[in-house]
Structure formats: C-alpha cells, structure tokens
C-alpha cells in the first residue's frame, strides 16, 4: 500500500488561474516532505523541502504546506503560467533518512 | 557545474536479452541511487550507494536486477533476461551524502517488446 497518496490525479486549469495540489501520507516518523516537479521527459526537480516541524514554505509562485498532525502537505500554485504543465510528485523522507516514499504525482495541464 | 547525466536516453531491446544504464552523478556526490517510474505509477526505489558501504538492495524487484558504482562514481544497472514489464524510465540521483537533497538526471527509457 502506498503510503503517500496524492489528488487529484490530474488537473485542467486556465492560465493565469491558482490550483492547489494535495497529499496525504501515514509515514511516520518522518525526517521531511518534499514536492517535485517533474516535465514531460524529464527528472524531478525540487521545489520545496519542509521539515516536520515547519508549516510553509515557498518558492516563488509555488507555496506548498505541512500539518504534521493530520498528516497532509498542499502545493498551492499562483497565476499559473503554461510552463507550470508537469507532474507534481510529494515525497515523505522516513527519519532515518535511508528512503524515499514517492507519491503518483498529480498532472497539471494549464491550457490559454 | 554539470548535473546528473544518464545514457543511453532511450533504449529499446527484444525480450531475454541483457540491457546496462549507465548513470554519471554529480562530481563529490557520495549517494547515488536509482529508482524505476513506470507508466501511471509513481517512482519506485530500487537501490542506492553511499560511499563505499554496502548497497541498500532491498528496493531491487528481482535477481535479475543488479548495480554496480565503480570507483565511487559511475553507476551501472544491469537488467539480465529482460522482461516486457521492465518497461519503464530509470531515473538516477545523486547527494551529498545520503539524506541530503537529491539531484535527479533525465533518465533512461527501455521498452522492451
């Protein structure tokens, strides 16, 4: 069973509009959760890196957030721009720090 | 500097034949790992080195499945008696140490018919 589960699987959105992505994970303990973007053909890139103990993060338009307690991370995407087409993938690092459990990734597709 | 490096790009082979990838790491990266992404599926660890300790082989879905890192560097995997559910993109990464970011290269695309 995956313990990482990611939603929705895939997304439409207009340009310019904001999406939220979600993730629900039951590692635990664990030492961070991370969100990837990763392009058709490409390798995942990082966004973001959050530690249990923090709340919020943000890189540029991407915000992405942790409750540890209910054991959910959001990635809130602003103004979304074409570009932002990809795969969005949550990773739960365990705290040994040795694996990565990988969300299925959510497919963003943002059309004009 | 030069990221993650990963060939071939795409590789197609006939069912029961033998495939190697090969991935380059990051210069002073002392974790490399590989994971496997099939379609509609999210990535799925196989293995990873750290320095010159033994590797974690535990993610590695059967014996046909082995990895080499030669020298603490180049990495290879090795798919012996392919099987057309080996079908998927390896991905390689590579940090610091292990535990640190993960810095993943673009990789290989087999399709085994």
């Known amino acids: 069973k995956n313990q990482v589960e990611q939603s929705p699987q895939s997304l439409i959105i207009l340009e310019g509009k904001n999406c939220t992505l979600q993730c629900n994970y039951t590692v635990s303990p664990f030492s961070n959760l991370r969100w990837y973007k990763q392009d058709t053909g490409r390798g995942p890139v990082s966004l973001t890196i959050?530690?249990?103990?923090?709340n919020t993060k943000s890189n540029g338009r991407y915000t992405a957030t942790l409750d540890a307690d209910t054991k959910q991370s959001s990635l809130h995407i602003t103004a979304s721009q074409l570009s932002d087409s990809a795969s969005y993938i949550c990773v739960v690092q365990n705290q040994a720090g040795t694996a990565l459990i990988f969300g299925k990734g959510t497919t963003l597709s943002v059309s004009s | 500097g030069a990221g993650v490096s990963q060939s071939p790009s795409n590789k197609v082979t006939e069912k029961g034949k033998d495939v190697e990838l090969r991935c380059d790491p990051i210069?002073?990266?002392?974790?490399l790992y590989w994971y496997r992404q099939s379609l509609g599926q999210g990535l799925e660890f196989l293995i990873y080195?750290?320095?010159?300790?033994?590797?974690?082989k535990s993610g590695l879905p059967s014996d046909r499945f082995s990895a080499e890192r030669t020298g603490g560097s180049v990495s290879t995997l090795t798919i012996q008696r392919t099987q057309q559910e080996d079908s998927a993109v390896y991905l390689c990464?590579?940090?610091?140490?292990?535990?640190?970011?993960?810095?993943f290269g673009p990789g290989t695309r087999l399709t085994v018919t």
């Open positions: 959050m530690t249990f103990s923090e």
């Open positions: 080195f750290q320095g010159n300790s033994a590797p974690d």
């Open positions: 210069s002073g990266h002392t974790a």
């Open positions: 990464a590579s940090s610091l140490v292990v535990g640190d970011e993960q810095y």
